[in-house]
């Protein structure tokens, strides 16, 4: 379990959204990177077995934000996904105190990293947000063909997530960044990991369930329409 890769949603979840002073600085330093700012503080508000984390964050300016990050296999979904909680985390805000908010979606596919900023103007085109008021960020995690050398900030910490093998971890155990993750995981004991993963299989079983009550729902739904048919094609003969 410890080899294995932090780019699973529960796993990412559990590293970097647990209650506790190492979570908390591996993921202060995370955001440092991806941000492109200084991280000074961050609360997450959202602790638990959900999988998406979102958190409060402030830099070293005093300046806030709201963020969510996605980790996501299905490209459609990604977007729709990031649209929504970008909205959510916007929308749980008071109208008096409106802080920028951004979605950092992990995206396991290639040649699919790119920002966008929304923007919403008013009918004489003004807009009614500064920019960079609504962001999402999205990076591809095999978009990486080249050596470590040649990788930027962004490009290291995503092989360091996607990457967690002995060979290719000590490629990069010099980076502070990446030091700060790796202690936080190696603080996670046996018995913590134990329960992530019985955490996680009993979520993909309630997962697993409510797909299959609802496709046995659709299947029902089908054969009744198909009966009412039935019936009103003999009544009219």
Same mark, same amino acid.
């Given at each position: 379990?410890?080899?294995?890769?932090?780019?699973?949603?529960?796993?990412?979840?559990?590293?970097?959204?647990?209650?506790?002073?190492?979570?908390?600085?591996?993921?202060?330093?995370?955001?440092?990177?991806?941000?492109?700012?200084?991280?000074?503080?961050?609360?997450?508000?959202?602790?638990?077995?959900?999988?998406?984390?979102?958190?409060?964050?402030?830099?070293?300016?005093?300046?806030?934000?709201?963020?969510?990050?996605?980790?996501?296999?299905?490209?459609?979904?990604?977007?729709?996904?990031?649209?929504?909680?970008?909205?959510?985390? =916007?929308?749980? *805000?008071? &109208?008096?105190? @409106?802080?920028?908010?951004?979605?950092? %979606?992990?995206?396991?596919? !290639? $040649?699919?990293?790119?920002?966008?900023?929304?923007?919403?103007?008013?009918?004489?085109?003004?807009?009614?947000?500064?920019?960079?008021?609504?962001?999402?960020?999205?990076?591809?995690?095999?978009?990486?063909?080249?050596?470590?050398?040649?990788?930027?900030?962004?490009?290291?910490?995503?092989?360091?997530?996607?990457?967690?093998?002995?060979?290719?971890?000590?490629?990069?155990?010099?980076?502070?960044?990446?030091?700060?993750?790796?202690?936080?995981?190696?603080?996670?004991?046996?018995?913590?990991?134990?329960?992530?993963?019985?955490? =996680?299989?009993? *979520?993909? &079983?309630?997962? @697993?369930?409510?797909?299959?009550?609802? %496709?046995?729902?659709?299947? !029902? $739904?089908?054969?009744?329409?198909?009966?009412?048919?039935?019936?009103?094609?003999?009544?009219?003969?």
């Amino acid at each position: 379990m410890r080899s294995a890769n932090l780019l699973n949603d529960f796993a990412f979840k559990y590293v970097f959204g647990e209650d506790c002073k190492e979570a908390n600085d591996a993921l202060k330093s995370l955001l440092t990177v991806f941000l492109e700012r200084k991280v000074v503080n961050v609360h997450v508000t959202n602790v638990g077995v959900d999988p998406i984390l979102e958190a409060f964050v402030e830099f070293d300016d005093n300046t806030k934000m709201k963020l969510a990050i996605l980790i996501d296999q299905n490209i459609i979904k990604l977007h729709r996904l990031s649209e929504y909680y970008l909205m959510r985390l =916007f929308g749980s *805000q008071e &109208e008096y105190d @409106l802080n920028p908010c951004q979605v950092i %979606a992990f995206y396991d596919g !290639k $040649e699919c990293e790119f920002e966008i900023d929304l923007q919403f103007r008013n009918d004489n085109g003004i807009l009614l947000f500064p920019d960079g008021m609504l962001k999402i960020s999205v990076y591809s995690t095999q978009n990486l063909d080249k050596s470590y050398d040649q990788m930027n900030d962004k490009e290291k910490m995503v092989y360091f997530l996607n990457c967690r093998d002995n060979g290719k971890t000590k490629m990069i155990e010099n980076d502070e960044v990446i030091q700060t993750v790796e202690k936080r995981v190696e603080t996670i004991s046996d018995d913590c990991w134990t329960k992530w993963i019985e955490d =996680f299989r009993i *979520q993909q &079983e309630n997962e @697993l369930k409510l797909e299959f009550e609802e %496709a046995d729902k659709r299947l !029902k $739904e089908a054969n009744k329409r198909l009966e009412e048919a039935n019936k009103k094609s003999t009544r009219s003969k």
